[in-house]
Every structure is written in structure tokens, then in C-alpha cells.
T-cell receptor
Framework: GAGVSQSPSNKVTEKGKDVELRCDPI?????LYWYRQSLGQGLEFLIY????????KSGLPSDRFSAERTGGSVSTLTIQRTQQEDSAVYLC??????????????FGPGTRLTVL | QKEVEQNSGPLSVPEGAIASLNCTYS??????FFWYRQYSGKSPELIMS????GDKEDGRFTAQLNKASQYVSLLIRDSQPSDSATYLC????????????FGKGTHLIIQP
């Protein structure tokens, strides 16, 4: 079956513009995660969805970042008024969403965001 | 702050030898542990998961977990040049299906 898909693969934007990044998880996966990876910072967790709700938003770096998930499937990460420090690869992962923290997370190919 | 530590490397290993990658974590309550492989310019690929103390083997890969020492390791037997990549250790610090905390990765080079 298909893996996690993300779009666009690359996004170049100007400082101050808003951007939307999309993630389509593996079919049937109830849990969805957003991470970002930047040079020197490693991979950092942003937000987690179980179904359509977001029990853990603790990783969102500022109120310019928001995410939603509708229909328990596709998720959109929105960054408002982008700044140069937002430049990174944004990765989405999904898992089966069972209990106990044992879920294996599978990553999509990522969206490379460049803010000029 | 919950941390996952890895030696950044590079770790250079001759082809055919055993590569040993190590990881320590700070949160004693962590329940699940993962190793991801990441090639340059690509996204992380899950290669091993481990939840209980001891060893878990899958093909050429063996993951080892010691919760008392808060230590996770990955052994790669019969290393191949295609194993050259960055290996990320990830830990689930919470009790549910939470976001993972990642180490910064170990860059592994297999010398032909």
C-alpha cells in the first residue's frame, strides 16, 4: 500500500508570507505527527493528532504555527508570517495509534521550506 | 528536559565488520525505543523497534535495550557500503502514542 505522502516537496516563500503544508497518512492510521528537521537542531516534534483531535501541541514553536486534521485523515500545517528561522524540512509521520506508546511511526518524504 | 544522546561520529567501519551504534536517554519512564536510518536528503526510515530489556534481532540488525542503564544500542552485522547513513535513535518518553524525542544521529561510514 501507499506510504505517507506530503506536498509540496519543496516550497520557497518570502519572509512574512503564510504557507500551508499537507500530509496524507497511511490509510487506516489514526495517529499523525508533524516534525521538523533543521541543520544543527536535529529532528524535533511539533504536534500529534489522534483522529481529529490534537492531544499534544507542545512542540509548536510559536503561535504562528497551527495544524488541523479533518476526517481523521489529511492534515495541514500552517505557518503564518514566515520567518527565515522557519526554514527546515517539515516531516509528517503516521502510526496505527494504539495505546501504550508502542506505535511505530512511518515518515513521509518531507517538505523542504525555504524562507527568503 | 528529556534528552536522547548519540555520538555524532563519523563512525568508520570496514565492510563486513560489525558496526555498533549507541544511545542514552534521560527519561527513566520511557517505554519504547526506535532506530531510524536516514540517507542524505531523504526522510528517516524505521529499521528497528524495541520495548523490553534484552536483544531483538532482525536480519543483520540487532537492537539492545537496558532500561536500568538507560541505554539502547544497534548492532549491524556484515556491514555493507549501503549501510552508510545517519542512524537516529528515538525514544517515546510518554505513556501514550506521543511524539518521539530524537537524538541528533550518528553518521556511519562503511569503508569498502
Amino acid at each position: 500500500g501507499a506510504g505517507v505522502s506530503q506536498s509540496p516537496s519543496n516550497k520557497v516563500t518570502e519572509k512574512g508570507k503564510d504557507v500551508e503544508l499537507r500530509c496524507d497518512p497511511i490509510s487506516g492510521h489514526t495517529a499523525l505527527y508533524w516534525y521538523r528537521q533543521s541543520l544543527g537542531q536535529g529532528l524535533e516534534f511539533l504536534i500529534y493528532f489522534q483522529g481529529n483531535s490534537a492531544p499534544d501541541k507542545s512542540g509548536l514553536p510559536s503561535d504562528r504555527f497551527s495544524a488541523e486534521r479533518t476526517g481523521g485523515s489529511v492534515s495541514t500545517l500552517t505557518i503564518q508570517r514566515t520567518q527565515q528561522e522557519d526554514s527546515a524540512v517539515y516531516l509528517c509521520a503516521s502510526s496505527g495509534g494504539g495505546q501504550g506508546g508502542y506505535n511505530e511511526q512511518f515518515f513521509g518524504p518531507g517538505t523542504r521550506l525555504t524562507v527568503l | 528536559q528529556k534528552e536522547v544522546e548519540q555520538n555524532s561520529g563519523p563512525l568508520s567501519v570496514p565492510e563486513g565488520a560489525i558496526a555498533s551504534l549507541n544511545c542514552t536517554y534521560s527519561d527513566r519512564g520511557s517505554q519504547s525505543f526506535f532506530w531510524y536510518r536516514q540517507y542524505s536528503g531523504k526522510s528517516p526510515e524505521l529499521i528497528m523497534s524495541i520495548y523490553s530489556n534484552g536483544d531483538k534481532e532482525d536480519g543483520r540488525f540487532t537492537a539492545q535495550l537496558n532500561k536500568a542503564s538507560q541505554y539502547v544500542s544497534l548492532l549491524i552485522r556484515d556491514s555493507q557500503p549501503s549501510d552508510s547513513a545517519t542512524y537516529l535513535c528515538a525514544v517515546n518518553p510518554g505513556g501514550g502514542a506521543d511524539g518521539l524525542t530524537f537524538g541528533k544521529g550518528t553518521h556511519l561510514i562503511i569503508q569498502p
